[in-house]
């Protein structure tokens, strides 16, 4: 049979009407620019650990004929021990977007609603769209260090999904544990605990997996494991909800070589904690960097600094850095239009931007 010749003046849409009304995800860019000091889409200024460069050289490519193992199981259990759960509460993502992508596939449509935060990670909206499911968004106080209103189980209502960014995007501040604790045992629905930031943090909610059969926590290796590159992250929740995730998921989200590479960073703790170690105090001597330079900044427990200029204009701070090759993120928009989301980098890259800063500020 012929197919109807393209034209786009007759074009019909065979798409659903929620696909031609989606806007897409809007990631991060990444310039192809020389001499770049990139601080734009958090991740680790540092390299992976070297384990993982040895996994990599002692893989065997032959094998790669093969299907892999379609459930992680080695690096599931890798996982598992190194969060002090059972091998079945665990399930492995094709980066942590893909776990959200499962969460969002499990428990919204239509008729069931997803509660956010705002602001927070901009990529929940496109996955609840895909489902067409309405979004309730919960305001933070901006004037509060982007604090959790006090009524959020109220605002929450109806929400069949909860997703709590901990510590949040692109703020970059946390939120008392307690109060996670309260709203995990009271919430009608699944908490989702977002926690790509968390080993940059104070503290975590992974042990909340035991206390409560409605929660998930979610971690990626793209950051504090240096590992953007590769596409990893993991959920951990209650076996039944994890049995859930497993019929949902692609059948083989895991390829060969990230499986492998995987549990070799996920093994390496010790290289972790070096490592997180070290952005955290290149973290703390940047905020100090900032604030002479008159920024306001929100407390982080991030890998990021979400902070505002003397006069209050993201977007010129913005485009000045870039004419001078260096890259923040910026979210055009009523309160983040304000600030700049910027990723702690190295000494040398941290300089650079505070020198490039220096010229506008001082
Ligand atoms: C970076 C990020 C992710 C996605 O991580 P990937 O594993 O790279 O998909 C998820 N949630 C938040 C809040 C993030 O900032």
Same mark, same amino acid.
């Not at 769209?129 to 919960?138: F, G, L, N, R, T």
């Not at 999904?161 to 307690?178: M, Q, V, Y």
């Not at 260096?326 to 979210?331: A, E, K, Q």
């Given at each position: 049979?012929?197919?109807?010749? !393209?034209?786009?003046?007759?074009?019909?849409?065979?798409?659903?009407?929620?696909?031609?009304?989606?806007?897409?995800?809007?990631?991060?860019?990444?310039?192809?620019?020389?001499?770049?000091?990139?601080?734009?889409?958090?991740?680790?200024?540092?390299?992976?650990?070297?384990?993982?460069?040895?996994?990599?050289?002692?893989?065997? *490519?032959?094998?790669?004929?093969?299907?892999?193992?379609?459930?992680?199981?080695?690096?599931?259990?890798?996982?598992?021990?190194?969060?002090?759960?059972?091998?079945?509460? !665990?399930?492995?993502?094709?980066?942590?977007?893909?776990?959200?992508?499962?969460? %969002?596939?499990? %428990?919204?449509?239509?008729?069931?609603?997803? *509660?956010?935060?705002?602001?927070? @990670?901009?990529?929940?909206?496109?996955?609840?769209?895909?489902?067409?499911?309405?979004?309730?968004?919960?305001?933070?106080?901006?004037?509060?260090?982007?604090?959790?209103?006090?009524?959020?189980?109220?605002?929450? $209502? =109806?929400?069949?999904?909860?997703?709590?960014?901990?510590?949040?995007?692109?703020?970059?501040?946390?939120?008392? $544990?307690?109060?996670?604790?309260?709203?995990?045992?009271?919430?009608?629905?699944?908490? %989702?605990?977002?926690?790509?930031?968390?080993?940059?943090?104070?503290?975590?909610?992974?042990?909340?997996?035991?206390?409560?059969?409605?929660?998930? !926590?979610?971690?990626?290796?793209?950051?504090?494991?240096?590992?953007?590159?590769?596409? %990893?992250? @993991?959920?951990?929740?209650?076996?039944?909800?994890?049995? =859930?995730?497993?019929?949902? $998921?692609?059948?083989?989200?895991?390829?060969?070589?990230?499986?492998?590479? *995987?549990?070799?960073?996920?093994?390496?703790?010790? @290289?972790?904690?070096?490592?997180?170690?070290?952005?955290?105090?290149?973290?703390?001597?940047?905020?100090?960097?900032?604030?002479?330079?008159?920024?306001?900044? !929100?407390?982080?427990?991030?890998?990021?600094?979400?902070?505002?200029?003397?006069?209050?204009?993201?977007? $010129?701070?913005?485009?000045?850095?870039?004419?001078?090759?260096?890259?923040?993120?910026?979210?055009?928009?009523?309160?983040? =239009?304000?600030?700049?989301?910027?990723?702690?980098?190295?000494? *040398?890259?941290?300089?650079?931007?505070?020198?490039?800063?220096?010229?506008?500020?001082?």
């Amino acid at each position: 049979m012929l197919r109807k010749k !393209v034209d786009m003046k007759e074009y019909k849409s065979y798409f659903r009407s929620s696909v031609d009304a989606l806007a897409g995800y809007a990631p991060g860019e990444q310039p192809k620019m020389l001499d770049l000091v990139k601080l734009n889409t958090n991740e680790n200024p540092f390299p992976p650990s070297p384990a993982v460069l040895g996994a990599l050289e002692s893989f065997d *490519a032959t094998l790669l004929r093969r299907y892999p193992d379609p459930m992680a199981d080695s690096l599931c259990s890798a996982i598992a021990e190194v969060n002090q759960v059972t091998r079945n509460m !665990v399930v492995a993502g094709n980066g942590s977007d893909d776990i959200l992508t499962m969460t %969002f596939r499990a %428990f919204t449509a239509p008729d069931k609603p997803v *509660a956010i935060l705002d602001p927070t @990670y901009s990529l929940y909206p496109v996955l609840a769209a895909m489902q067409e499911a309405p979004v309730i968004k919960i305001k933070l106080d901006e004037n509060n260090n982007f604090a959790m209103p006090e009524d959020i189980l109220e605002q929450a $209502k =109806g929400a069949n999904l909860l997703i709590i960014t901990r510590p949040n995007a692109p703020t970059g501040n946390s939120f008392p $544990k307690e109060n996670i604790r309260k709203i995990a045992s009271e919430f009608d629905g699944i908490l %989702f605990i977002d926690e790509a930031y968390a080993d940059f943090a104070d503290d975590n909610c992974m042990d909340m997996v035991h206390e409560f059969s409605n929660v998930i !926590v979610s971690r990626t290796s793209s950051k504090s494991l240096a590992l953007a590159g590769l596409r %990893f992250g @993991y959920a951990v929740a209650n076996p039944v909800i994890i049995d =859930g995730l497993n019929k949902l $998921k692609d059948s083989y989200n895991m390829d060969m070589i990230t499986q492998k590479l *995987a549990e070799a960073a996920v093994r390496d703790q010790e @290289y972790l904690q070096t490592t997180v170690a070290k952005v955290k105090s290149l973290r703390t001597e940047l905020a100090t960097e900032l604030k002479k330079l008159n920024f306001e900044l !929100v407390d982080t427990q991030a890998n990021f600094i979400f902070a505002a200029p003397p006069d209050g204009d993201g977007e $010129k701070a913005f485009r000045f850095l870039r004419d001078h090759a260096v890259i923040v993120r910026y979210f055009p928009g009523g309160v983040t =239009g304000k600030y700049l989301r910027i990723t702690v980098g190295t000494a *040398a890259q941290n300089q650079r931007l505070i020198e490039v800063l220096k010229k506008l500020y001082q």
